[in-house]
Nanobody, 120 residues
Framework: QVQLAESGGGLVQAGGSLRLSCTASGRTFSRYAIGWFRQAPGKEREFVATIKGDTTYYADSLKGRFTISNDNSKNTVYLQMNSLKPEDTAVYYC???????????????WGQGTQVTVSS
């Protein structure tokens, strides 16, 4: 089992940047793919990016603005978000799965989420 905790959310103006962190505890962090998802009010949970080892995969619509990275020594995965837009406003979740995947139901472990609000 792995426990996940997100941090780094907040309020930012359009065009600004934020870096989210997902810190894991429990079983060996590097065994898992860690994904970021987001959910805006009234919308489906949306895939953002995922990483396992040196392999990354992004939602096409976010490629180039968002960057996922990991620091296995700290059991932490980061999501660097640049050029933020009001439509990026959502609760951002990190999750752990056995393999890289974009489908949220393949992720067994979830954090509580962190709110990101982008003002226009």
């Amino acid at each position: 089992q792995v426990q996940l905790a997100e941090s780094g959310g907040g309020l930012v103006q359009a065009g600004g940047s934020l870096r989210l962190s997902c810190t894991a505890s429990g079983r060996t962090f590097s065994r898992y793919a860690i994904g970021w998802f987001r959910q805006a009010p009234g919308k489906e949970r949306e895939f953002v990016a995922t990483i396992k080892g040196d392999t990354t995969y992004y939602a096409d619509s976010l490629k180039g603005r968002f960057t996922i990275s990991n620091d296995n020594s700290k059991n932490t995965v980061y999501l660097q978000m640049n050029s933020l837009k009001p439509e990026d406003t959502a609760v951002y979740y990190c999750a752990a799965a056995q393999s890289l995947a974009a489908y949220y139901r393949l992720y067994a472990y979830w954090g509580q989420g962190t709110q990101v609000t982008v003002s226009s």
